[in-house]
């Protein structure tokens, strides 16, 4: 072969080279995240997400693909999503907010690994066999959110001593919400209280529930856990405003946001470890061998600024006990 012939044969053979190297190289893994409330209400939370997959070695659209799915608190699109999922194998299927959404790919697949937040017991909802064995396919953060209404409900009665009538709102369609509305019931009677337990799972059931609750001239409401519920934070929020209801929430973002008042798990917190998680599945390690992480970190946020525009007086006795106070 004489040396021109050669050389353009090199020159041919390298430059197939990138081609061939691009055919070659793996797709990037999947993360199928499910979110129980809307992309608007959870910002932060999806930042916490990605910063656990940060920690962890992964950035979304360089080494991995995370796809996001909000249910906006529409439970029965659930199955649907969940098979389309599976169909695709993709990596790690990671549920959050939504406990429906967990035992949904629970049942949906025993392979695919699942990384879930859970605002319910995780052994009692038959999500995992133990904490620090899940066994299974399924592995995640154990939130204590729908336990804590009878929590919160004393909180409103340290708030307002003298008050015998309070309000509640519940989203009749999450599957915890008769369980919820038990323990705020039992929680009423140990406080010698009363409490009226309101339905909402639309819009307008809300706008028509907190209107009610103001007519019935409740001394504060109490908004219980639920997806639907956070993924509307800003329209109840408001519509408390307006119906000038003093209310307590689950969540920090709430009190952010405007509301007066939240005491629960951080659930930034919560989402840094669902991303820390679901990048160690991706690097092998199975989730029968991550133990679940329950979040012990409790906040008590107390917005000054909305107290002033309802005209309440917070005690200095509330005030020393939280954990954070906007002014």
């Not at 949906?108 to 038959?126: E, H, L, Q, R």
Request: hydrophobic letters at 45%.
């Amino acid at each position: 072969m004489q040396r021109r012939e050669f050389i353009t044969l090199l020159g041919c053979t390298a430059a197939g080279w990138p081609l061939a190297a691009r055919a070659q190289q793996p797709a990037k893994p999947v993360v199928g995240v499910v979110g129980g409330q809307s992309s608007d209400a959870d910002k932060s939370n999806v930042a916490a997400f990605h910063r656990g997959l940060n920690e962890t070695g992964y950035v979304d659209g360089q080494n991995v693909t995370v796809e996001y799915h909000w249910l906006d608190g529409q439970y029965d699109r659930v199955p649907a999503l969940m098979a389309d999922l599976v169909r695709r194998r993709v990596a790690v299927i990671a549920t959050t907010g939504s406990v429906v959404a967990a035992l949904a790919a629970k049942a949906a697949t025993a392979t695919i690994p699942i990384v879930f937040t859970s605002g319910n017991d995780p052994i009692g909802s038959g999500l995992v066999a133990s904490l620090n064995r899940p066994g299974g396919n399924a592995t995640g953060v154990a939130m204590l959110t729908t336990n804590l209404e009878p929590k919160r409900l004393g909180l409103l009665h340290e708030l307002f001593p003298g008050a015998s009538l309070f309000g509640a709102l519940l989203n009749p369609k999450l599957p915890l919400a008769t369980a919820q509305a038990r323990a705020l019931t039992e929680a009423a009677r140990t406080l010698g209280q009363q409490v009226v337990l309101l339905n909402a799972s639309s819009d307008a059931e809300l706008d028509n529930a907190l209107a009610a609750l103001a007519r019935q001239r409740v001394a504060a409401v109490l908004v219980a856990g639920d997806p639907f519920f956070d993924s509307r934070r800003d329209r109840i929020i408001a519509l408390a405003a307006q119906q000038r209801l003093p209310a307590i929430y689950q969540f920090r973002e709430y009190a952010v946001a405007g509301g007066l008042m939240s005491y629960g798990v951080s659930l930034s917190e919560a989402y840094r470890q669902v991303g820390i998680y679901a990048a160690r599945v991706i690097n092998g390690t199975k989730p029968a061998d991550l133990p679940v992480v329950q979040s012990l970190k409790f906040e008590l946020v107390i917005n000054l600024k909305t107290a002033k525009a309802l005209d309440l007086s917070i005690s200095p006795a509330v005030l020393a006990i939280a954990d954070e106070v906007i002014e």
